[in-house]
């Protein structure tokens, strides 16, 4: 089971899927030439972007949560990796006295053949669980950041009166004037409300 990059993977799609809600399957086009803020009367939309990975890398509530699923991945790979081998000597042994017969009857053999296979049965079913346990916490996570997000930008929008707020992620949005970019001032502001739920050692 390869959990170890689950909340990267899952935390930037979440957040590129949700962010700003605006925004459609096609690229926006930005304009060059528009002025930050429009004279009255006119059509020009008032635009901001947010880069993803810096918000995943540097607000505060990700980098928590991150080093959490990395723990509880790890955690799970340990115990899997364990049982594991735990399995493949019972097998091993099994294999071994089976070819020395060292079975005193058809029927023992039968029976510890028979626990093998239950306990690799157990070790599936504990990876499948403990592989939704992983999931269920990140899209746990997935919806909290989606919420700090969102609930952050409301706020945040009652006096910067954007008319569309679009999440960059990648390459996909081909070009921004850097004078749309309110990064920094989102993770500044998501950080500044952000209260800390891991108690220190």
Do not use: W
Not at 51 to 80: F, P
Not at 90 to 99: D, I, V
Not at 165 to 178: C, F, M, V
């Amino acid at each position: 089971m390869n959990k170890t990059n689950i909340f990267r993977v899952l935390g930037i799609a979440a957040v590129s899927a949700m962010m700003f809600t605006s925004c459609n399957n096609s690229a926006p086009k930005m304009d060059e030439k528009s002025e930050s803020s429009s004279p009255a009367g006119t059509t020009d939309m008032k635009i901001a972007f947010v880069e993803v990975d810096s918000i995943m890398s540097q607000y505060k509530y990700c980098k928590e949560y991150s080093l959490i699923l990395q723990k509880k991945s790890n955690n799970a790979r340990n115990t899997l990796t364990a049982k594991g081998k735990q399995l493949q000597a019972a097998a091993a042994n099994f294999q071994q006295k089976l070819q020395n017969n060292g079975f005193a009857s058809r029927e023992q053999a039968a029976s510890v053949q028979a626990a093998i296979q239950r306990q690799d049965q157990d070790l599936q079913e504990l990876q499948n669980r403990l592989g939704s346990e992983l999931d269920a916490e990140t899209a746990k996570f997935n919806k909290s950041l989606r919420d700090s997000i969102q609930n952050f930008l409301k706020d945040y929008n009652k006096t910067k009166k954007y008319d569309l707020i679009i999440s960059k992620a990648g390459d996909n949005i081909l070009y921004a004037d850097k004078k749309h970019d309110i990064t920094q001032d989102v993770i500044n502001g998501l950080n500044k409300r952000y209260k800390s739920t891991i108690k220190e050692k």
